[in-house]
């Protein structure tokens, strides 16, 4: 290795896991021995606070991984072996080891040569910094999977694992670093050191032809090094070298993703990255971190034993703590500023995803309170209905008797008052599944204002939108989030109002249940969607293990332990209330997201208005969390707020994905418009009024640069590097390009 420094990498206590988020061994490899023993388990490539993967908890790498899958031919001869990763990194350490699918058929692929590749790089601790090193590393060497580019990303470990240990004295970021310089090409004249010849000029191929491609300059240049020779490689020697670099180039430019070299580096200081599809995101995992202990290691745990994404599970623990803690505490922002703790969540996964499991395991607390509660209240409730049965029958005896001027209109009112007026002992019930507006509102009185909605179907939405009725009725869940109060009318009772109702949803739906949803405008035109905190978890459909460790009992019992302790508290609307530091750290939220109303944000500005609030709600619930019993007694803390603010800016991030998965989000239908219009004029670099012309729907600059920005943001377009204006000139208009990889489709 460069220097003797080893490859360090970070280890889970599983093999194949894809719901695992911890890593908490820190190993060193230097040399096959140590290689082996470590992909033997899974692993990540960087090490991350409290040992928990997640982009925000970057600390730092010294190696990079690259996945290669061939799955871009099924013809053999152009597949990537580690025979082409061993010459076109000659100089570089790394690590390779073939994957658990090697030669293993997987999906509608054949079997094929598969493996991990773990590149040793300069130390990095910028999180941003070590993704461009991954897109460089992709842009160059387009056969490393498109998908693995993300800086959480773990590897899957293999049982007794083939390993290839690699030295070399060049770390890869400054390989990557010489291939992109013109410079380190023409100033080849150094002296070539006696030994090895063939393998330093199968080096040198190797570098060459990657940046000039097979044209006679790079045949030139590749000669050039060779006359460094003492005595020089004969001819034959050198034809030989060249021919097989340039099956390795022809190999290359089978690669979807490829970028010729005329095009690579003819662009300035550009790194260009893959392309961001527009119907997918890069969207942080939830943060389980910002979680008390408690729910957390319960968290982890179902997603282990379900082998689904941590953040069904953490994003459900707070809906069911909501459910559990709401009518019973409000939270004061400030003095005429209060929220209660009742939040709204839909998590959206496709099919398969093990949605209703996930959520049985996160409500299942719940159910057994309930049901323990209407064992108590058994006796209470058979004595009631047997009370009722008997006003009911002398209420129709009074009617009969009165028929036959036997009784007075006054005794048979005061009957019918008498009923009404009782209230008899009903069943406990928490929550309800699919249910209409008024059978909830119902619910809602029967049970002191609170109720919860708790689906993994999603038919509550066709419900709402009156697709089973020709009333449709939303006031019960606008002021069940709100708490305003709701006015009940009964037929053969009085009315009623519940005062401060306070309804939580936890909800997970199919991506299908929210198309279009931004249409109707009986969701969004009323205030509805803004209302919901929306998850959308990467799937882990493809890489679950068979076995899964099954939830510890202690952290089984601690979880069912805190739902009781909250159900079971006779609280009623308490407030609590802030500390200084954590109104501090809210204060600066609510500036920041005021700024980014009008910006940023704009497209789900009814969202975002309500982001603040959110915040403050989240904060309440972890606060709860942490004091279950009597939570009035303690002010949230700034740390509790910060980890608020943390879970918000997850679902801030959800959020503008979801309203786009909505149609909500006209900004990414004018960007794909835009870009058919530069693909079809095959634009290399254009202008502001270029874009305009192409696209006349685009009537002023400012309507245009949002599009603009989200090309460059999604990476299809960068602004073009200029020289800098000196004096008074007058600096020119800005200047776009356009990645390569986008004209080559």
Known sequence: MAEDTPIIVYTAEYIGNAANCLYPNEVKITDEVSAKQVFSTDMVCARYKNNYRSTANFEVANVLPGDCDNDHSEIAAEWIIP?????LFADVPYVLYYSRHHMKSKGEKSARPRFHVVFLIGPERDAERYADLKQRLLAAFPFFDANAMDVARSLFGTEDPLVIYHPGTTPLNEFLDDLENEQAFANMGHAIPEGSRNSTMSRIGAKIIKRYGDTAKSKELFLQAAEQFIPPLEDRELESIWAGKQRLYAKMRKQPGYIPPDAYNGIGSVVWETPLPFDEYDLPTFPVDALPETVRRYVLAVAESTQTSVDMAAVEALGVVSLCSQGKYFIRGNADWVEPLNIYTVVILPPAERKSSVLSMMIRPVEEYEKEENSRRNAGIIESQMVLSRLEKEKRSLVERASKGKATEEEVRAKTTEIAKYEPVKPLRLFVDDVTSEKLTSVLAENKGRAAVVSAEGGIFDIISGLYSRNVNIDVFLKGHSGDTIRV?????????????????????????????????????????????????????????????????????????????????????????????????????????????????????????????????????????????????????????????????????????????????????????????????????????????????????????????????????????????????????????????????
């Open 489 to 745: 009318d009964r037929i053969g009772r009085a009315s009623e109002s519940i005062i401060h109702p306070a309804l939580t949803m936890v909800l997970a739906v199919q991506p299908e249940v929210l198309n279009g949803l931004m249409s109707n405008n009986t969701f969004r035109g009323r205030g509805l969607t803004a209302r919901f905190l929306y998850s959308m978890p990467k799937s882990t459909v493809g890489s679950r293990s068979f076995s899964t460790k099954s939830i510890p009992e202690g952290v089984r019992a601690r979880y069912q332990a805190l739902i009781e302790t909250i159900l079971s508290s006779d609280n009623e609307q308490e407030p609590i209330s802030l500390d200084d530091g954590a109104r501090e750290v809210l204060e600066d939220l609510f500036n920041e997201i005021e700024g980014r109303l009008k910006g940023d944000l704009a497209e789900i500005s009814d969202w975002a208005g309500k982001f603040v609030g959110a915040v403050l709600r989240i904060s309440g619930i972890l606060h709860v969390m942490k004091y279950p019993k009597d939570s009035m007694f303690d002010a949230v803390d700034r740390e509790t707020m910060e980890h608020a603010v943390t879970i918000g800016r997850y679902f801030l991030a959800h959020a503008k994905a979801a309203y786009s998965l909505m149609g909500a989000d006209t900004v990414n239908k004018d960007a794909q418009h835009l870009l058919s219009f530069i693909k079809r004029e095959r634009l290399a670099e254009f202008s502001r009024r270029d874009a305009m012309r192409l696209c006349r729907s685009f009537k002023t600059a400012d309507s245009l640069q949002p599009v603009l920005n989200r090309l460059r943001e999604y990476g299809y377009i960068a602004v073009k590097p200029q020289e800098p204006v000196s004096g008074i000139a007058r600096r020119p208009s800005e200047v776009y390009v356009t990645n390569p990889a986008v004209l080559n489709t």
């Open 83 to 87: 025979e082409d990763i061993a010459d």
